[in-house]
């Protein structure tokens, strides 16, 4: 008994018409009969084979049934094809807020059942069942939808997941799986900075740092005579009355100064919160986004295996754009790596403010910094230190080393790194899990005000 199966249909999948569209990139496409095929086929087959055997007609009656429900679905049966269509509510969300991925089904005939399920999904959490069973009437869309959350920062790829459709009659049905080429961008929960740094070069732009220079500004520098020249409403009358004679006020003016962040993308250590590159990445965050609103241009300069600059600009759009640079360095293709040897005293500004992130956990990252240091750049760098594993695992079983040993080994080279940074006169800062970003700013400026004081005190 031979039957002719209907055509296998050409995988379907919606173009994405909006910005928070998911663009969809369909596999194979798996049609096949389904047991009440098979199941109906054997018991028409095994009635007509029977009857002829022993002779009977009247066992033509027991299959009959089946003959016609399969001898239905061949004729007016066929593979279901359903267009699919996916949507997320936000391209953008926070770790651990909700996100929610709409998917819209749409078929030309009808579909008895049509089945969504997600597949795996690293780095999101489902809230509630991965699997929706509906049905479909003709040329009228539904929607399912899936609640997941992401559990981490970056770049993440949204979870793949598969159709599959049954015809109304039951006995064919298709399955394909959908890969997501769209991202998620999650973003991370940023270190809050209110300390600004205060730089010892200004812009001649009116900004929030205070200059140790004298114009015009909010805070009072001195007193002196009344000079030809000065305005009137510097002169300060109480003053003024008590000299029998004009006196002006002098104030310090309010500049603005260039900050660039170099953050260390060689490598991170720990895991979860204490994760070195997760902190590195929310202090970034917060310092650009503090002295942005200062009205500072900051820069960013990525090194790692790569090396990736944006040059200091002004803005939220350019917030933006930073905020995107520091979420791609969870993905393996962030930076250029033709450009990664280049000296970072040729790329940066000379009255520039570095704000150096760095675990300090190779030398190479130190060597970058010494060209700056050698002109007298000012350099802050804050090292997100890390508490030592409760088990160290050691390479080799017939290893007879002591894991402590070699862990103070490694405390006493980043402690030399440390000492070889300060001499060159940049401010280091210890960065411990348990302490707010704000402590290690106020540790900064207490370092740069003491320093400046040491420099102006007089040589005998």
């Given amino acids: 008994m031979t039957l002719a199966l209907p055509p296998a249909p050409s995988p379907v999948a919606a173009e994405p018409d909006s910005d928070t569209a998911v663009e969809l990139s369909p596999g194979p496409l798996y049609c096949t009969p389904t047991v009440l095929f098979y199941g109906l086929a054997f018991l028409g087959g095994l009635a007509v084979a029977t009857a002829l055997l ?3 007609p009247e066992l033509l009656a027991v299959g009959a049934p089946s003959l016609v429900l399969l001898g239905r679905g061949l004729l007016v049966g066929r593979y279901p094809t359903v267009a699919v269509r996916a949507e997320l509510d936000t391209p953008r969300a926070l770790e651990g807020d909700l996100s929610r991925l709409s998917i819209t089904l749409l078929s030309a005939d009808e579909v008895g059942i049509v089945e969504v399920e997600l597949g795996e999904m690293p780095g999101f959490e489902p809230v509630g069942s991965q699997r929706r069973v509906i049905s479909l009437a003709a040329r009228r869309p539904r929607t399912v939808t899936f609640v997941i959350v992401p559990l981490d920062w970056g770049v993440v790829d ?3 997941f598969t159709v599959r459709a049954r015809a109304g009659t039951g006995l064919f049905a298709s399955a394909l799986r959908y890969r997501c080429t769209t991202s998620l961008r999650v973003h991370i929960n940023e270190e809050p900075a209110r300390s600004q740094l205060e730089p010892m070069a200004f812009r001649r732009v009116v900004g929030s740092h205070l200059s140790a220079d004298r114009s015009d500004g909010c805070e009072i520098a001195d007193i002196r005579p009344y000079q030809e020249g000065d305005r009137l409403r510097s002169i300060n009358w109480r003053i003024s009355a008590r000299h029998d004679a004009p006196w002006v006020t002098l104030r310090h003016p309010d500049r603005s100064t260039t900050v660039v962040l170099v953050l260390d993308a060689y490598g991170s250590f720990g895991d979860g919160e204490e994760n070195t590159l997760r902190r590195t990445v929310r202090a970034a965050m917060g310092i650009a986004r503090l002295h942005l ?3 500072d241009p900051v820069g960013l300069l990525l090194l790692g295996h790569g090396r990736r600059w944006l040059e200091p600009q002004l803005g939220i759009g350019h917030l933006a754009s930073l905020t995107d640079a520091l979420l791609e360095l969870s993905t393996q293709s962030w930076g250029d790596l033709r450009h990664r040897r280049q000296r970072l005293d040729l790329l940066l500004p000379v009255d520039s403010v570095v704000v150096a992130i760095s675990p300090l956990l190779n030398e190479v990252f130190g060597q970058l910094l010494q060209p700056l240091l050698a002109r007298a750049q000012q350099v802050h760098v804050i090292e997100p230190i890390y508490r030592m594993p409760e088990r160290l695992v050691l390479p080799d079983e017939e290893d007879n080393g002591d894991p402590s040993a070699a862990w103070r080994i490694f405390s006493i080279e980043q402690q030399l790194r440390r000492r070889a940074l ?13 302490e707010p970003l704000e402590s290690m700013l106020v540790q900064l400026r207490r370092a740069q005000r003491a ?3 040491t420099m102006r005190r007089p040589v005998r």
Wanted: proline share 8%; net charge positive; hydrophobic share 40%.
């Fill in 451 to 453: 320093r400046r004081a």
């Fill in 422 to 434: 300060t001499s060159l006169g940049a401010s280091v800062s210890a960065w411990p899990v348990e």
């Fill in 158 to 160: 949204l979870p793949s």
């Fill in 293 to 295: 609103d200062l009205q």
């Fill in 54 to 56: 022993l002779q009977r």
